[in-house]
């Protein structure tokens, strides 16, 4: 006995298994990013910590949102 399935899922499918890659591929680079601002943030100059703070704060916040709908 066959099933049939539609075109239309398929290709839903597909794009949602896509989006989830891509998603995670941004994460990845998302965190990258935060642990390379924080250590710049503790091992860099002083004059530079409030623009790393700044940095670290819209990276982890644009980490949280983006692993809000994962």
Do not use: H, K, W
Not at 13 to 30: D, G, L, P, S
Not at 60 to 69: P, Q, W
């Amino acid at each position: 006995m066959a099933e049939v399935i539609s075109f239309t899922d398929i290709v839903r499918a597909r794009r949602r298994a896509r989006e989830r890659e891509y998603t995670a591929a941004c994460v990845e680079i998302i965190e990258a990013n935060l642990q390379m601002v924080l250590r710049l943030f503790s091992s860099g100059p002083v004059e530079e910590r409030l623009v790393r703070a700044r940095q670290a704060r819209q990276l982890a916040e644009l980490l949280e949102y983006v692993v809000r709908d994962v």
